[in-house]
């Protein structure tokens, strides 16, 4: 009927839709955000790891710094702000190093052997990948800090390649990193998966089916049982006149029949429960 209304929907129903719209749409950010931190987070961090960096500062010195300008000239820079852009002004400082502890440095009994220098002319870099993203990466402190020549800072050595020296380093800071990138979007991603296919995936549901035959199927059996019981009614007059002898292959019979009867039914209560607990899922 046109007056009719339609019948509002339960509570339980516009909650599981919204659940799986916010678990879909999480599951699609989470993949997207893990394929920006490949090259932001993990590629860093892993190349890092790998360069096998001495944990422990050392003495290093400046002693000479290029500022470059042009596209051309700047090949590499010792600190660049933005990963992925063109760079038309850099700077460029090389440093000398020593296996001394920075610890044991002071300026004013420290003496410079020039025969403990062990890396010389060496390119100095901020990280790993000589680039970054304010605030975290500030060029231009960097290269006030550590561009003068003759200037004298802590800094570390990478022990798979002794021409790479970095101010910054920490392996705990890398592999908390590597673990926070691996972790976060997998674990929402998983999640909001398997809550959606739970919730939507026939094969969960049909556990939570119950069987009841609908109306027109529960008129229909109670028919077959009248007319089973009105059989049987006429094979027990029939049987009145049977011998006594007999009476065994009575008792035998009913409990034959009552197996076959159950098997006879096994099959379309099977395919009744199917069709309740596709009814079932589909009306949700």
Same mark, same amino acid.
């Given at each position: 009927?046109?007056?009719?209304?339609?019948?509002?929907?339960?509570?339980?129903?516009?909650?599981?839709?919204?659940?799986?719209?916010?678990?879909?749409?999480?599951?699609?950010?989470?993949?997207?955000?893990?394929?920006?931190?490949?090259?932001?987070?993990?590629?860093?961090?892993?190349?890092?790891?790998?360069?096998?960096?001495?944990?422990?500062?050392?003495?290093?010195?400046?002693?000479?710094?290029?500022?470059?300008?042009?596209?051309? #000239? *700047? =090949?590499?820079?010792?600190? @660049? !702000? +933005?990963?992925?852009?063109?760079?038309?002004? &850099?700077?460029?400082?090389?440093? /000398?190093?020593?296996?001394?502890?920075?610890?044991?440095?002071?300026?004013?009994?420290?003496?410079?052997?020039?025969?403990?220098?062990?890396?010389?002319?060496?390119?100095?870099?901020?990280?790993?990948?000589?680039?970054?993203?304010?605030?975290?990466? #500030? *060029? =231009?402190?960097?290269?006030? @800090? !550590? +561009?003068?020549?003759?200037?004298?800072?802590? &800094?570390?050595?990478?022990?798979? /390649?002794?021409?790479?020296?970095?101010?910054?380093?920490?392996?705990?800071?890398?592999?908390?990193?590597?673990?926070?990138?691996?972790?976060?979007?997998?674990?929402?991603?998983?999640?909001?998966?398997?809550?959606?296919?739970?919730?939507?995936?026939?094969? *969960?549901?049909?556990?939570?089916?119950?069987?009841?035959?609908p109306p027109d199927q529960e008129d229909a059996s109670s028919n077959n049982a009248d007319d089973e019981d009105d059989e049987e009614g006429e094979q027990d007059d029939e049987g009145d006149g049977a011998k006594k002898g007999d009476e065994s292959d009575m008792k035998n019979r009913p409990q034959e029949e009552e197996k076959d009867r159950d098997t006879s039914i096994s099959m379309p209560e099977e395919v009744l429960l199917i069709r309740e607990?596709?009814?079932?899922?589909?009306?949700?």
């Amino acid at each position: 009927m046109e007056g009719e209304e339609k019948p509002e929907e339960s509570f339980a129903v516009k909650l599981k839709y919204y659940t799986t719209l916010t678990m879909g749409t999480t599951a699609c950010l989470s993949s997207f955000i893990f394929m920006f931190l490949i090259p932001w987070i993990l590629d860093p961090s892993i190349s890092t790891l790998m360069a096998n960096f001495d944990p422990e500062q050392v003495l290093c010195r400046t002693v000479r710094t290029d500022h470059l300008v042009s596209m051309k #000239n *700047c =090949s590499w820079s010792s600190c @660049k !702000h +933005g990963c992925t852009t063109d760079q038309y002004e &850099c700077d460029q400082i090389y440093v /000398d190093y020593m296996h001394v502890p920075y610890s044991e440095y002071d300026e004013e009994s420290f003496e410079m052997d020039e025969d403990l220098w062990v890396g010389r002319g060496v390119p100095l870099f901020i990280n790993i990948k000589a680039c970054g993203y304010p605030p975290q990466t #500030n *060029c =231009s402190t960097f290269a006030d @800090k !550590h +561009g003068p020549e003759g200037s004298v800072f802590a &800094c570390y050595y990478s022990r798979a /390649d002794p021409n790479l020296v970095m101010t910054e380093y920490s392996w705990w800071k890398e592999v908390n990193s590597i673990i926070m990138a691996l972790l976060i979007p997998n674990v929402l991603c998983g999640f909001s998966l398997g809550l959606v296919t739970y919730w939507w995936y026939p094969g *969960c549901q049909k556990r939570r089916c119950q069987y009841q035959l609908p109306p027109d199927q529960e008129d229909a059996s109670s028919n077959n049982a009248d007319d089973e019981d009105d059989e049987e009614g006429e094979q027990d007059d029939e049987g009145d006149g049977a011998k006594k002898g007999d009476e065994s292959d009575m008792k035998n019979r009913p409990q034959e029949e009552e197996k076959d009867r159950d098997t006879s039914i096994s099959m379309p209560e099977e395919v009744l429960l199917i069709r309740e607990c596709d009814y079932w899922i589909t009306g949700l």
